[in-house]
């Protein structure tokens, strides 16, 4: 429990984008606002942001103080909470003005990080959670500033200040001050020299465009820090398709010099040596989103017509004794039929690849009835043929009760 008083006014202290961004989530758990305080003197006497046409007005700390006299206060600072929180007690903000609760630590955080094109970002279970660095277009600094935001956040929770984790499922409770070391690294879509594709799925939201945190630094040079510098376990790749990178030999290379696991993303389009080793050494997984059991279908989601080719090269990949995943986008009117859906776990049960149903990321209403009864079909004929699936259930949460309903699953 946290020791709001509802009665009291409450400052929220930083108006920067993760306030603003995320105003009505904190309103939501938090109260309203009386109004908001930051450092920038450029941002005094400004409105904010308008949530249910209200508009926040930004104070100074001391005028803030006068105004409201019994105030508590929130950090909504993501960048270096801790540091905030130590400034504002050398300001002389007593402790218990803070909002704050238990201690709390995570075991995710700083063990493990995403690199995409706008910046460093947390590797967090649930959205709305992850924080995010913009790269300085160094990934030595960029590294050096993600890991003390990590301490930053690690101690604040400690104090049991809320931060952007609070309410996050992977927190535990009680103190953890051991220096976390990064042992899982995932490329994501957006770092140069990464964004290469040699498809255009008609689900990609991508479209070889680079958001306003663009990365200057190569994928390759960033593979080369990590085998210099770091000692992660485990490695995703999911920046595009690596088999027609520019970069493919050396990263893979390194890949399998380091004998690092992980995972592989691939549209199988081209058979790669390099992932057939990293395949039969056991050090990957696999990942093919088919999404079609049909030539006509495949050509009609990927704007290429190469199913024969690709079946071809994931049952070369299966002869390497290595684990292959096969995912099922399920896109309306589309592959929502019974001949896609048979051909697809046929395929599947016939390079014995265990499959992952997911559905399009553009769309957040539940599935339609042909959907809902394409996804129903894929774990029924799994179920058949001894297939193993599972279903993406962070994709489906609007689903997941009907299926239990249905006794589907459970």
């Known amino acids: 429990m946290f020791n709001i008083e509802e009665k009291r006014p409450i400052i929220f202290y930083g108006a920067g984008h993760y306030a603003e961004t995320n105003l009505s989530r904190l309103i939501d758990k938090w109260y309203e606002p009386a109004c908001f305080v930051d450092a920038d003197e450029n941002k005094h006497y400004k409105k904010l942001v308008s949530n249910e046409n209200r508009d926040y007005v930004i104070l100074p700390l001391d005028e803030a103080i006068k105004r409201y006299p019994d105030y508590q206060l929130i950090i909504t600072v993501v960048s270096d909470p801790f540091s905030v929180y130590k400034y504002l007690l050398d300001l002389g903000v007593q402790k218990e003005r803070f909002i704050t609760g238990e201690p709390q630590w995570c075991p995710m955080l700083g063990t493990s990080l995403v690199l995409q094109g706008r910046g460093l970002q947390s590797c967090c279970n649930r959205p709305g959670y992850e924080f995010c660095i913009p790269s300085r277009g160094n990934i030595t600094a960029d590294i050096e500033q993600y890991r003390r935001q990590c301490s930053s956040l690690s101690m604040a929770l400690n104090e049991g200040l809320i931060t952007t984790c609070t309410g996050c499922d992977s927190l535990q409770d009680g103190y953890n001050t051991n220096q976390p070391e990064i042992k899982s690294i995932i490329f994501g879509t957006g770092l140069p020299g990464g964004n290469t594709c040699n498809l255009e799925c008609v689900f990609c939201h991508y479209e070889g465009k680079l958001d306003h945190f663009e990365r200057d630094d190569n994928i390759l040079e960033i593979f080369k820090y990590i085998a210099e510098n770091l000692q992660p376990k485990t490695i995703a790749y999911a920046a595009g398709e690596i088999a027609v990178s520019p970069y493919r030999d050396e990263i893979l290379g390194l890949w399998i010099s380091k004998g690092w696991g992980g995972l592989i993303n691939t549209n199988a389009t081209l058979f790669c040596d390099g992932i057939a080793q990293l395949l039969s050494k056991g050090l990957i997984t696999l990942n093919c989103s088919l999404d079609a059991g049909t030539p006509q279908t495949f050509a009609k989601i990927k704007n290429v017509d190469c199913f024969q080719k690709v079946m071809d090269n994931l049952t070369k990949y299966s002869q390497t004794g290595g684990r292959i995943e096969l995912k099922y986008i399920i896109l ?76 589907i699953i459970n």
């Open 332 to 407: 309306d009117e589309i592959n929502d039929n019974d001949e896609d859906v048979q051909g697809f776990v046929f395929f599947a049960k016939q390079i014995n690849a265990p499959i992952q149903i997911s559905r399009d990321c553009r769309v957040t209403d539940a599935l339609s009835e042909k959907g809902y009864d394409t996804l129903v079909n894929i774990t029924k004929l799994c179920t058949d043929l001894d297939v193993d699936y599972a279903i993406l259930t962070t994709l489906f949460e609007k689903d997941l009760y009907r299926l239990r309903s249905d006794n």
